[in-house]
């Protein structure tokens, strides 16, 4: 500051100002930005409702994708607390690639029977059958299109019960077929239909590698492990039989509620009392991973209609205030008369434009929380609604607010004091 | 005699263009503390220019301004902003009243980018507006009022932050005669309470409210004689420019109204 400007103030103070209150008068612009704001409510309105539907949008997919997660998680919990799975531990081997470090013994079920908190177990894995053909009809026709085999699951035990599953016709095959090696099958429903066969009343045959395989059940749906729907379960005896190879991977469990932290401390001991630790007990994997994909691309949908319609909103806030920039050319003289500086005059705009976005924001996301709050009624839902997604969304319309506002504030501080009395007055 | 509360010295303004306009051609005026003046001029003549310059509105092309003795051309827009709110205060013709809110609003407004703290705005905007009659109206929008009352009510705002100088570009332009007289009349109330007043008008009873009455034309002031009978804070230059033209100066002579001038002159 040169002297100058010192003596202007000086002289300015001593003539009409009390000693005190040489300060911006930001609580003053803050006062006047909101009564611009609410002298034209008619205005407001229509401003508001952009940046209205826009957060409402973000918050509602936000608050429903946190709700519906909800829900999934307690029903996947219900699961995880009365299902159970054994796997040998890996480790990586030579190759680089992980291997189990322990296989199932062979008693495994005669092991686990008794544990206290095992309802029902069964042992299961995958058998490699190679490129042999899985059909319902003994010839090999070299003109039928080649289809992809289901994949065959060999299994010993209840794993019915183990699974939860549910049969739609006929019957599981039990411990005698196991025993004495019978070569039976259950088919998943998928497994069934893609193979054509519809009923088990008559004993229908699949041909397994040349060997066939008497279809006594078609399972209908399972809690856990759905990928048995799209399967061949045959019993691990038989499968031993014909694929030498074919070992379990892994033990379902179906456990009491309430005692998986004793059932995971002993089933291993169970399995291995030497080695416990080649075992880990967890909870089955999440059914519904493929449903979770989908769901969140519609949540991506949502999040893009959301943001669009937001940009849409700011792009009215900044129309409506530039058309207010023009309409209060008057306005904005008389103020620099009076003693505004151009900083004071933008920041009288922006501040308009910020409460403007800031309401649309308020609004919005009650909006977004009441829609979440009714559908979950509607649907018997927990809402779960994270307080500072919902806050954050309320600042969002603030945000959009400052920036649609910026550019016509400016463009209000470049306006010449003359030009802007004269427009007005002409 | 204290120094001038305005003073323009060789104030030349042009605007640019395919051809430059020259508005001010060199204009040296000075006023006293409680002048009382009134610029005439032609449409174009260069009279709001001139008004706009002494409001701080516009800056100059050439030439100083003076403040209360200060030099302006060197301040930058903050500095113009203060001395603005803090010494000047504007009447329009166009009144600039905002009509969403009230006639107290509307005066309080003059506090808003000043230093006056702030449980002393509303006693002074009320005292403003009891002193142009209306204290009763404090509510109204100013969409309600009359044109006179709509401008008096733009005077008390204009005056009630005290300023040093009051600047009136046409007040009376858009009122009818018996307002225009009332408006007048606080003026020269105002004047008599001590206000340094330059009033813009193409109106010749309102020029002869003023003590002195300046003719601006061609860029330039022309004093009439009765001007030259009180120099006090007539520079001597203003008359230089323009030398051939006499017969503007005895109409001039003609019109100015000395009885008021002698009767509230101070």
Redesign the interface.
């Known amino acids: 500051m ?1 002297r ?2 010192r ?3 000086r ?3 001593h ?4 000693p ?4 911006l ?1 930001a609580r ?2 803050i ?2 930005a909101l ?1 611009g704001v609410g ?2 409510p008619g205005r407001l309105v229509v401003t508001v409702l952009g940046t209205v539907t826009g957060i409402a949008a973000l918050v509602l997919t936000i608050g429903l994708g946190q709700t519906a997660g909800g829900q999934l998680a307690s029903h996947f919990d219900a699961i995880s607390s009365t299902h159970a799975e054994a796997t040998a531990a890996v480790a990586a081997g030579a190759d680089g690639a992980e291997h189990p470090t322990a296989e199932i013994p062979r008693d495994a079920l005669a092991r686990l029977d008794g544990l206290a908190g095992v309802e029902a177990a069964a042992v299961l894995g995958e058998v490699d059958i190679g490129t042999d053909p899985i059909t319902a009809v003994p010839i090999h026709d070299p003109s039928m299109p080649e289809t992809l085999a289901p994949p065959v699951v060999a299994a010993e035990g209840d794993l019915l019960g183990a699974v939860s599953g549910r049969l739609a016709r006929g019957r599981f095959f039990d411990a005698g077929h196991s025993a004495r090696g019978d070569r039976v099958a259950v088919l998943g429903r998928d497994a069934a239909a893609s193979l054509g066969v519809g009923d088990v009343a008559s004993r229908p045959s699949i041909f397994l590698g040349g060997h066939a395989y008497a279809v006594i059940g078609i399972l209908d749906a399972v809690d856990i492990q759905p990928n048995l729907l799209g399967s061949v379960i045959v019993p691990l005896a038989a499968a031993r039989r014909d694929y030498p190879g074919a070992t379990a991977a892994r033990v379902e469990l179906k456990i009491a509620v309430g005692s998986a932290s004793v059932v995971a401390h002993q089933v291993p001991i169970a399995l291995a009392p030497n080695s416990p630790d080649d075992f880990d007990v967890a909870a089955p994997a999440e059914p519904t991973q493929f449903e979770g994909a989908v769901r969140s691309d519609i949540d991506l949908v949502f999040v893009a209609i959301g943001i669009i319609t937001l940009l849409a909103g700011g792009l009215g806030i900044a129309s409506v205030t530039m058309l207010g920039v023009s309409q209060r050319r ?2 904005i ?12 005059i933008a920041a009288q705009f922006v501040l308009e434009s910020v409460v403007v976005g800031l309401l649309g924001g308020v609004i919005g996301a009650a909006l977004g929380v009441f829609v979440v709050v009714t559908i979950s009624l509607v649907q018997g839902w927990t809402p779960v609604l994270d307080l500072g997604m919902t806050l954050g969304g309320a600042a969002a319309g603030g945000v959009v607010g400052l920036l649609a506002g910026g550019y016509p504030a400016i463009r209000a501080a470049l306006i ?3 030009e802007a ?2 427009a ?2 002409g | 005699m204290s120094a001038a509360v305005a003073e323009l010295r060789h104030v030349v303004r042009e605007f640019g263009g395919a051809t430059t306009v020259r508005a001010l051609a060199g204009v040296d005026l000075a006023l006293a503390p409680g002048d009382f003046c009134a610029i005439v001029g032609a449409s174009g003549a260069g009279k709001s220019t001139l008004l706009n310059v002494m409001g701080l509105l516009d800056r100059l092309t050439a030439g100083e301004y003076f403040v209360d003795g200060v030099a302006t051309s060197g301040l930058n827009d903050r500095q113009r902003s203060a001395v603005r709110g803090s010494t000047i205060g504007f009447v329009f013709q166009s009144f600039h009243l905002l009509a969403t809110r009230s006639v107290l609003d509307n005066v309080l407004m003059a506090f808003t980018y000043g230093g006056v703290p702030r449980s002393e705005r509303r006693p002074r905007a009320v005292e403003a507006l009891d002193r142009v009659g209306l204290g009763a109206r404090l509510a109204f929008s100013p969409a309600t009022l009359s044109g006179g009352e709509r401008q008096r009510v733009a005077i008390a705002r204009a005056v009630c932050a005290g300023p040093r100088l009051l600047l009136a570009d046409e007040p009376t332009g858009n009122l009818d005669r018996s307002n225009s007289e009332s408006v007048m009349e606080l003026f020269a109330e105002l004047n008599a309470d001590g206000l340094t007043i330059a009033i813009i008008t193409h109106d010749d009873e309102v020029a002869g409210r003023a003590h002195r009455r300046l003719q601006l034309r061609d860029g330039t002031l022309h004093s009439s004689a009765a001007e030259a009978a009180a120099p006090a804070f007539q520079p001597s230059s203003a008359r230089g420019p323009a030398p051939s033209d006499g017969t503007h100066a005895s109409l001039a002579d003609v019109n100015q109204v000395t009885g008021i001038r002698g009767g509230t002159r101070r």
């Not at chain 1, 003539?15 to 009390?18: A, F, G, L, S």
């Not at chain 1, 103020?335 to 004071?344: H, I, K, S, V, Y």
């Open positions: 040169s100058r400007d003596t202007v103030s002289s300015t103070r003539h009409t100002r009390p005190h209150g040489q300060g008068g003053s612009v006062t006047e009564d002298a034209r008057g306005e003289g008389l103020r620099r008369a009076l003693g505004a500086t151009r900083g004071q010449e004091p003359v009395l004269r007005a007055s």
